[in-house]
């Protein structure tokens, strides 16, 4: 055990940084973990190490910020240094990517080191790999879910019955939360929503909201917001409520992926965790989606189902249109913008309303609101009626945002560049994976301003030389590595348009490179 003085580091990262010969005194390599204690505090924490010869001296122990939210040391102050052990869950990783079967306990313990950040980055991706190759069955993945639930805060609610929505994602511009929730909230039904940021696509629900107010809060403060304004969307990373997800997510952003058995947790735990009973699921379906037909969507809705029955909540799911993307706008600014107008009331055409209202309609009939089959006209007349448009005012405001923003405030970004239809013809495919792909090259869901319009949808004739599609950034070098990738990825097929020109010596050139 050797004693070091803290050095914090502002850099948003988990885990310490030791001096070469600190690390070889205590006896850990770079990656190994260490505990780092302060017995008169009662502080301590795991952290995986990295080493180096110069940014910290001999003495000093390094602290980054993420880290240190957990130890809240500050600086100058004197740590203890141990050799951590090496964490059991680690093998029970190993075991999963072997083919075996969790249990009960061993996904706890994994579980637990996520959020308790003991398991470093490689490790927590090796856990999403191993899940995403070998899967999780029904057991698996309750155990799954009740560990990310006991891990994290929990909220209940005086009067039943709360209601949730939440989407699988997988679908570009699914902005369809922004008009459910208020919908749902209107009719005087309770609506906790927390989302998740982008996992596969170019803004997550809590990404579109942030552009409209904050989105990070306790479940203290969404258990008030929610017994006030009726409904919250706010970001589930932020609560602690279920904490391992944004964990899980966050390794699961640059792979483009979702673990079916990962995402069936997340999206459940959140829903127990906010105490919810009356649960609709979007599952859209297409063969860019995360579901690629409706039998498969089927299977999924009724694993949904099961997990709900095992957990005590009452799920129904509704498998919607995948294959193109909701609405005309992707990316932050965009999709926010077209989803204030469909609640100001602007005659947008098609999926979007339609969507909303299905699934709205779907919870107002679970909750006794409507009559079987009549729930989609009356979040129709919700909408329409303006009140919708209040009740989103309404939770704008107690999230502390500007209630009387209009759609025409939010703008895409400044740079931006017509893609134009090469023929004249019917618009026969819309890459909703490539769209994805070039909208966040383009920079979203980070930049605000980023994303694509769709003038053009599938089935739709465009005339040659008439926009299909426009691609905005916020900086104007990430615009041109969108146009890159977009000639590259071709996103949009307009029938008898030649696709690619192979010339006679193309082999010779490819064999050169
Ligand atoms: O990035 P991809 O994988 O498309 O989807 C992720 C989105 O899907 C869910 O939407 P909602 O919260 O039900 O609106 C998540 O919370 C997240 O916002
Ligand atoms: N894996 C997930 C998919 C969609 N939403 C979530 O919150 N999580």
Redesign the pocket.
């Known amino acids: 055990m050797i004693k070091l003085s803290a050095k914090l580091m502002d850099i948003d990262y988990r885990g310490v940084m030791l001096n070469r010969e600190d690390a070889r005194k205590t006896g850990v390599l770079d990656g190994d973990r260490i505990q780092i204690i302060n017995q008169e505090r009662g502080a301590s924490v795991q952290a995986v190490v990295t080493t180096t010869e110069t940014i910290i001296q001999e003495g000093t122990v390094g602290i980054f910020y993420v880290t240190n939210k957990r130890l809240d040391a500050k600086e100058g102050e004197t740590f203890e240094i141990r050799v951590a052990d090496r964490p059991v869950s680690i093998d029970y990783i190993k075991k999963k990517m072997d083919g075996g079967k969790f249990t009960s306990d061993e996904t706890f313990s994994v579980v637990k080191d996520i959020v308790n950040d003991v398991l470093s980055p490689g490790e927590v991706s090796a856990y999403i790999t191993g899940s995403y190759i070998n899967g999780l069955d029904m057991d698996e993945i309750e155990y799954l879910t009740r560990a990310m639930v006991s891990t994290g805060e929990q909220i209940s609610f005086g009067s039943h019955p709360i209601v949730d929505k939440?989407?699988?994602?997988g679908v570009p511009g699914n902005k369809i939360t922004l008009l459910v929730v208020p919908i749902i909230a209107a009719a005087g039904l309770k609506i906790p929503k927390t989302?998740?940021r982008a996992?596969t696509g170019a803004g997550?629900t809590a990404d579109l909201m942030e552009a409209l107010c904050p989105v990070s809060f306790s479940a203290d403060e969404v258990r008030n917001m929610t017994e006030k304004a009726g409904a919250v969307i706010v970001w589930?990373g932020a609560t602690n409520i279920a904490p391992a997800?944004d964990r899980i997510?966050t390794h699961?952003y640059p792979l483009k992926i979702?673990a079916r058995g990962?995402?069936l947790a997340?999206?459940m735990a959140?829903k127990y965790a906010v105490g919810a009973d009356l649960v609709v699921i979007d599952i859209p379906v297409g063969e860019h989606a995360k579901v690629r037909n409706p039998e498969e969507g089927r299977k999924l809705a009724r694993e949904f189902i099961e997990l709900g029955e095992r957990l005590g909540m009452r799920v129904e799911c509704a498998l919607t249109y995948g294959d193109s993307p909701i609405g005309h706008a992707i990316g932050v600014n965009l999709e926010v913008r077209e989803a204030l107008k469909a609640l100001e009331g602007a005659n947008i055409p098609g999926s979007l309303i339609q969507k909303s209202t299905s699934l709205a309609g779907i919870a107002l009939e679970m909750a006794g609101k409507a009559q079987n089959g009549e729930g989609g006209k009356l979040a129709e007349e919700i909408l329409k009626s303006g009140k919708a448009l209040e009740k989103m005012k309404e939770i704008i405001k107690i999230q502390g945002g500007n209630p009387d923003v209009k759609s025409d405030d939010i703008v895409p970004g400044s740079h931006s560049y017509d893609i134009n239809a090469p023929e004249s013809g019917y618009v026969v495919e819309l890459n909703n994976s490539s769209l994805i792909t070039i909208a966040r090259t383009a920079g979203a869901p980070n930049d605000h301003g980023a994303g694509i319009y769709i003038h053009k949808k599938k089935g739709n004739h465009v005339k040659k030389g008439e926009p299909i599609f426009t691609i905005y950034a916020d900086r104007p070098w990430r615009l041109e590595s969108a146009l890159e990738t977009g000639r590259r990825l071709m996103p949009v097929i307009v029938e008898g348009m030649m696709i690619d020109r192979i010339p006679s010596d193309y082999w010779r050139n490819s064999r050169q490179l």
């Open positions: 939440h989407s699988i994602g989302s998740s996992i997550g589930g997800d997510i699961e979702d990962q995402m997340s999206v959140k």
